[in-house]
């Protein structure tokens, strides 16, 4: 497989690009492996790569009912920051961005990181304090570019926004990561499942589990639509559809509830926005940013009835129009290209899941609300690190099942102007 460099970009513009080859393979299932991932998502791909590349585990099938970046991969916003405060989380995602900023030189593949700076707007006296506070931990414990912007500072940096005193959410200021951004969200799918692919996995696409075969306490074969495989270990990272899939292996419930997430997209204008902006406030909650494109992409809050449908439904287009329109009033004549939903999977607490199961051999990586696209690399790291060692490492102990029993929430399902909301 041709390694991406300077040179062969530039030799291949001068030969028709003809000379690229498959950047993985698409194999046929074998009957064991020492290892199956259930679901070719991000969190399963980043497995993978993490358990073959830090671990030497090679005999590993990730198995995904559809294509690499047809689900909730292909379905988010793009937004990678870690201004997170709980302990446990703060943390857990600033490894994570540790991680994003070298992804591409890791991967030998440009995942198109853009650190464009997290900017979450502040409406009122109280919501500068708390950010305050929450900012002032990050600094204090490993997170060096938490910042309050004042409301000059925030005008010179984003002139855009709606800033008239007499707007439905007045603007006050701002908390600020600078390293935080995005990244092209099936780029960093192609990466790892290329990278992985290398090391000696097989992904197998349009390989559904239909059914799981078990004894009192251990997994013993996976019935899926390409034949029945067995494993050594599985391990679940299927998003939405964890319920379904925990269920199939007769485990009863999760504290896990599936809802429907939307995101949309504009048509494409010229440069506007820099930066990702978000705001939570007076029972509304939003996000923008631009893409490469030039369409503004944008999203909100979640469908609150729980579905596994992957499409989207007009209250919600109004719900995300109208909150653009609230600080972004120029918007306000640009047309609407598409927009879609994910299927994103809540904890009860707002915080997600990698932990053994009950079954000796099944491992978990789920409940990820808002936070899957972000976590990515250090979900993938600490979870192969997890099913090699069969022990979960010091940074994830908190992250299991039995937290609810011990009386333990790591309640921050987000990190925005207001903490009690996904960010």
Excluded at 73 to 83: E, F, K, L, W
Excluded at 310 to 332: F, H, K, T, W, Y
Aim: proline share 4%.
């Amino acid at each position: 497989m041709t390694r991406f460099s300077a040179w062969t970009v530039f030799w291949n513009g001068l030969t028709g690009q003809k000379g690229w080859g498959r950047q993985w393979r698409d194999p046929e299932p074998k009957s064991h492996y020492d290892v199956v991932i259930v679901g070719g998502g991000l969190h399963g791909l980043a497995t993978a790569y993490y358990l073959a590349k830090n671990h030497g585990v090679t005999n590993i099938a990730v198995l995904e009912k559809g294509w690499l970046g047809g689900g909730n991969a292909g379905r988010n916003t793009t937004i990678v920051r870690s201004n997170y405060g709980r302990p446990g989380n703060r943390e857990f995602y600033e490894e994570s961005l540790r991680l994003w900023e070298n992804l591409s030189h890791d991967l030998n593949y440009n995942v198109m990181f853009s650190q464009r700076s997290h900017i979450a707007l502040l409406h009122s006296p109280g919501a500068i304090d708390a950010a305050a506070r929450n900012y002032n931990t990050m600094r204090l414990t490993g997170t060096p570019d938490a910042e309050i912007w004042d409301l000059p500072t925030l005008k010179r940096e984003v002139p855009h926004l709606n800033y008239s005193a007499t707007a439905r959410f007045p603007i006050m200021g701002a908390a600020v990561q600078k390293r935080a951004g995005t990244a092209r969200h099936d780029a960093v799918a192609w990466g790892y499942a290329r990278g992985a692919d290398q090391l000696g996995v097989d992904i197998l696409q349009q390989c559904e589990v239909t059914g799981v075969k078990r004894t009192e306490d251990t997994v013993t074969e996976l019935e899926t639509s390409r034949g029945p495989i067995t494993a050594g270990k599985v391990a679940f990272a299927v998003a939405g559809n964890t319920s379904r899939l925990w269920t199939m292996a007769g485990l009863g419930r999760l504290p896990i509830e599936s809802h429907k997430l939307q995101a949309f997209v504009s048509e494409p204008l010229k440069p506007l926005l820099d930066q990702v902006v978000v705001f939570g406030v007076g029972g509304a909650h939003f996000y923008i940013s631009q893409s490469d494109k030039g369409g503004m992409v944008f999203g909100g809050d979640l469908d609150w009835y729980k579905s596994y449908a992957q499409r989207g439904n007009l209250p919600m287009v109004q719900d995300g129009c109208e909150a653009a329109m609230s600080i972004l009033p120029c918007l306000g004549r640009v047309k609407l290209l598409r927009h879609w939903s994910g299927v994103v999977d809540m904890s009860m607490d707002g915080t997600h899941f990698i932990c053994k199961t009950p079954l000796s051999n099944l491992y978990l990586n789920a409940g990820w609300n808002y936070g899957g696209f972000k976590a990515s690399p250090a979900s993938g790291w600490y979870f192969a690190d997890l099913i090699a060692n069969d022990r979960p490492h010091e940074r994830i102990q908190s992250f299991d099942l039995k937290r609810f029993e011990r009386g333990i929430q790591i309640d921050e399902r987000g990190a925005g102007p207001d903490p009690k909301l996904h960010g």
